[in-house]
């Protein structure tokens, strides 16, 4: 069976990556002509971890083009996976979709047999029956479910883990307009699997809410665990990390340790995406605001509590780990963002340390006055009046903070072993209180809920 990708970006070339692997031989393609001539003349490298590799050993059974007719007429299944960016209504545009249809759907109009059509990226629910199929019916002159197959087929991966994510996936989410279309794309993703997940099929329509509805659920255990390290934060004689380690075995551990805020290209537009739906069937979006408000109060409460170290003097801090996660050198919505940008203070400067994502950090504020400036080595983030912990890097374990009894360093994660920070006179976990006792102003609130 020969496959065809629709989309060569980083999903899109692991995607491919995987399919090789699993022995397909695949046609990718592509609008951008410089991106498919550096592919073809192998000036590209591919930043997701194992896919050079398997790219550079499964050559020969990979084709990049700009042909779209061609790579139609040599494959049975065509994946889509393009970006459907945020629009004004806080949805997902379909645009670079139904463009990609539109060019498959023009050559499948004379292309003899039965070709499944298959969309990957993340849609609003509704879209597959309402606005993507009868547009592929139109530009094919085919019938949906008789001619042509379609399915939902999204992907549920991590930035730095795509590969991952696709071999090895908690489970596979098809959504299908026909069982035939449906049995074909469940025989390749087996092929692909390297685990035993399962694979749950339904409707299109019922597809596009689960993949919506499984990230911004995410996004509320990842509040709810950072509404605890607030908590703990505040009362005396508390660790957040007793209290989500005991509700883990009813809840849990998947994201829900207290830290930093969520960020990064997906979670925070989800949880806009589903407050828009809902309010276009009329239900009030009442959850997913909600978290969406607690993740924004969650980095103020953060910053107000550093502006606070900054205010009495310090001015020059430390930050390792400025990705919006482990692993990428993605910084949108990061917390180090959201710190560098609101922290005020004449004469503040920023030392950065991440391991893929510094430069990428430093070129943000190249021309906006910031004082930010990348670190060759960790340790450097701990010669700074403020060191702040922002990402669990695995280098965190290799610092030598005895060495640095000056700095206040502050632990978002609790990284620091306990037989370390106990002995750093600056140290400060999140979500840890070491006082003894409470306030009188608390007290007296007690009283008044304990009567």
Same mark, same amino acid.
């Given at each position: 069976m020969q496959v065809s990708v629709f989309g060569i970006g980083k999903v899109g070339i692991t995607l491919i990556a995987s399919l090789l692997k699993a022995g397909f031989k695949v046609t990718g393609v592509d609008t951008d002509k410089h991106l498919v001539d550096r592919m073809n003349t192998d000036q590209i490298t591919f930043g997701e971890p194992g896919v050079q590799a398997l790219i550079d050993a499964n050559r020969a059974r990979l084709t990049v083009t700009l042909d779209a007719g061609y790579a139609v007429s040599c494959s049975d299944l065509s994946f889509i996976i393009v970006p459907t960016h945020t629009n004004e209504s806080g949805g997902f545009s379909n645009r670079y979709i139904l463009d990609a249809v539109?060019?498959?759907?023009?050559?499948?109009?004379?292309?003899?047999?039965?070709?499944?059509?298959?969309?990957?990226?993340?849609?609003?629910?509704?879209?597959?029956?309402? *606005?993507?199929?009868?547009?592929?019916?139109?530009?094919?002159?085919?019938?949906? /479910?008789? *001619?042509?197959?379609?399915?939902?087929?999204?992907?549920?991966?991590?930035?730095?883990?795509?590969?991952?994510?696709?071999?090895?996936?908690?489970?596979?989410?098809?959504?299908?307009?026909?069982?035939?279309?449906?049995?074909?794309?469940?025989?390749?993703?087996?092929?692909?699997?390297?685990?035993?997940?399962?694979?749950?099929?339904?409707?299109?329509?019922?597809?596009?809410?689960?993949?919506?509805?499984?990230?911004?659920?995410?996004?509320?255990?990842?509040?709810?665990?950072?509404?605890?390290?607030?908590?703990?934060?505040?009362?005396?004689?508390?660790?957040?990390?007793?209290?989500?380690?005991?509700?883990?075995?009813?809840?849990g551990k998947r994201f829900f340790k207290g830290a930093t805020p969520y960020g990064g290209p997906c979670w925070p537009r989800d949880n806009i995406a589903l407050s828009s739906l809902l309010n276009s069937i009329g239900?009030?979006?009442?959850?997913?605001?909600?978290?969406?408000?607690?993740?924004?109060?969650?980095?103020?409460?953060?910053?107000?509590?550093?502006?606070?170290?900054?205010?009495?003097?310090?001015?020059?801090?430390?930050?390792? /780990?400025?990705?919006?996660?482990? /692993?990428?050198?993605?910084?949108?919505?990061?917390?180090?963002?959201?710190?560098?940008?609101?922290?005020?203070?004449?004469?503040?400067?920023?030392?950065?340390? *991440?391991?893929?994502?510094?430069?990428?950090?430093?070129?943000?504020?190249?021309?906006t006055g910031k004082q930010v400036r990348t670190a060759n080595e960790a340790d450097e983030c701990l010669k700074q009046s403020i060191c702040l912990l922002l990402q669990p890097l695995p280098v965190i374990g290799k610092l030598s903070f005895e060495k640095y009894q000056d700095t206040t360093v502050i632990d978002y994660w609790r990284m620091v072993p306990k037989n370390t920070s106990d002995h750093l006179p600056n140290y400060l976990a999140f979500g840890v209180n070491h006082q003894k006792e409470f306030d009188a102003p608390f007290l007296d609130t007690l009283k008044s809920l304990t009567s």
């Amino acid at each position: 069976m020969q496959v065809s990708v629709f989309g060569i970006g980083k999903v899109g070339i692991t995607l491919i990556a995987s399919l090789l692997k699993a022995g397909f031989k695949v046609t990718g393609v592509d609008t951008d002509k410089h991106l498919v001539d550096r592919m073809n003349t192998d000036q590209i490298t591919f930043g997701e971890p194992g896919v050079q590799a398997l790219i550079d050993a499964n050559r020969a059974r990979l084709t990049v083009t700009l042909d779209a007719g061609y790579a139609v007429s040599c494959s049975d299944l065509s994946f889509i996976i393009v970006p459907t960016h945020t629009n004004e209504s806080g949805g997902f545009s379909n645009r670079y979709i139904l463009d990609a249809v539109r060019s498959i759907g023009k050559h499948l109009a004379n292309k003899p047999g039965f070709h499944t059509l298959v969309v990957v990226s993340t849609v609003m629910p509704g879209s597959s029956i309402n *606005d993507i199929i009868p547009v592929l019916e139109q530009a094919s002159g085919k019938t949906a /479910g008789i *001619d042509i197959g379609f399915c939902y087929n999204p992907l549920f991966i991590a930035q730095g883990e795509i590969l991952k994510g696709i071999v090895t996936p908690d489970y596979i989410l098809i959504g299908e307009h026909c069982k035939k279309s449906g049995n074909l794309l469940e025989s390749i993703q087996k092929k692909l699997l390297g685990n035993n997940a399962p694979i749950v099929r339904m409707n299109p329509t019922e597809a596009e809410i689960t993949k919506l509805a499984s990230n911004t659920h995410e996004t509320m255990r990842v509040s709810f665990s950072n509404m605890l390290a607030q908590t703990c934060n505040e009362m005396p004689g508390t660790n957040v990390d007793n209290v989500t380690n005991a509700l883990s075995f009813r809840l849990g551990k998947r994201f829900f340790k207290g830290a930093t805020p969520y960020g990064g290209p997906c979670w925070p537009r989800d949880n806009i995406a589903l407050s828009s739906l809902l309010n276009s069937i009329g239900l009030k979006p009442l959850i997913p605001e909600a978290v969406h408000r607690f993740n924004q109060y969650h980095s103020q409460y953060l910053i107000e509590k550093l502006q606070h170290l900054v205010n009495s003097g310090k001015r020059t801090i430390g930050l390792i /780990g400025v990705a919006y996660k482990v /692993g990428t050198p993605l910084i949108e919505e990061s917390f180090a963002l959201e710190i560098v940008n609101r922290l005020t203070g004449e004469g503040l400067e920023f030392v950065i340390f *991440d391991p893929l994502a510094s430069d990428v950090f430093q070129s943000h504020y190249r021309h906006t006055g910031k004082q930010v400036r990348t670190a060759n080595e960790a340790d450097e983030c701990l010669k700074q009046s403020i060191c702040l912990l922002l990402q669990p890097l695995p280098v965190i374990g290799k610092l030598s903070f005895e060495k640095y009894q000056d700095t206040t360093v502050i632990d978002y994660w609790r990284m620091v072993p306990k037989n370390t920070s106990d002995h750093l006179p600056n140290y400060l976990a999140f979500g840890v209180n070491h006082q003894k006792e409470f306030d009188a102003p608390f007290l007296d609130t007690l009283k008044s809920l304990t009567s």
